[in-house]
C-alpha cells in the first residue's frame, strides 16, 4: 500500500483527490481562479465539504467563467442562495462576484497565472515536513499574497486561505516526504 500524507484518511474521493490533484503545479489562469473561489467557499468549513460539492459549485457559477460571474445580478445572488447543492453565504457569494471582476482586470493587465507564480519565481516551493506538524497554516509569502490581493479590493483571500490554495494548486509541495506523491510532485 502506498505510503499517503494522512489528512485524506480514507474517503475515496479525498485520497482521489490528494493522489492526482491537490499539489499538483497548476498553471492555467481560470483553474487558478475556481481553485481560490472553492478556497474562499472552503473558510469555516473542511475541504472535503466544498470537495461534495464542487461539481454542483461549476454548475450554479457557469463552470466558473469569470466573464460570467462578474455580471450577476441581485436576482442571480437570491438564485445561488438558494441551491441547496453549494454553499449558500451570502458574502462569499457577492464575493465571488466582485472577485470575478478584479480576476478579469490582473488576467488582462498580466494573466492571473503570472500574478500569482510570480511570487515563486513561477517555480513551486519545496518544504520537507516529515509530520503534518511540520505544516503552517499560513507563511510570510501567504501573508504578502494576501495582503496584495486585498488592496486591489479581492475579499475571501486571508493568509491561511492563501496558504491552503498554495498547497493545493502546487505553488508549495506540502506533502509529506514519506508520501509517494512527494517525489512524483517534485519532479514535475
Not at 41 to 64: C, H, M
Not at 82 to 95: L, P, Y
Request: proline share 4%.
Amino acid at each position: 500500500m502506498k505510503e499517503r500524507c494522512p489528512w485524506p484518511g480514507d474517503d475515496p474521493l479525498y485520497v482521489a483527490y490528494h493522489d492526482l490533484e491537490w499539489g499538483v503545479p497548476e498553471r492555467d489562469s481560470k483553474m487558478l481562479w475556481e481553485k481560490l473561489t472553492l478556497e474562499g467557499f472552503q473558510a469555516g468549513l473542511s475541504w472535503i465539504t466544498v470537495l461534495k460539492k464542487r461539481e454542483a459549485f461549476r454548475t450554479a457559477f457557469d463552470n466558473f467563467q469569470p466573464e460570467l460571474i462578474a455580471h450577476y445580478n441581485e436576482k442571480k445572488v437570491n438564485v445561488l442562495l438558494k441551491n441547496s447543492g453549494i454553499i449558500r453565504h451570502k458574502g462569499k457569494i457577492e464575493a465571488t462576484i466582485s472577485n470575478a471582476k478584479i480576476y478579469l482586470e490582473i488576467e488582462a493587465q498580466q494573466g492571473f497565472n503570472n500574478f500569482l507564480w510570480k511570487y515563486t519565481q513561477f517555480e513551486p516551493l519545496q518544504t520537507h515536513a516529515k509530520t503534518q506538524a511540520d505544516i503552517p497554516t499560513q507563511s510570510q509569502l501567504s501573508q504578502k499574497i494576501s495582503k496584495d490581493l486585498k488592496a486591489l479590493g479581492y475579499r475571501y483571500c486571508g493568509p491561511t486561505i492563501i496558504y491552503a490554495f498554495m498547497e493545493a494548486v502546487g505553488m508549495i509541495n506540502n506533502h509529506l516526504t514519506s508520501c509517494h506523491r512527494y517525489n512524483e510532485i517534485k519532479m514535475s
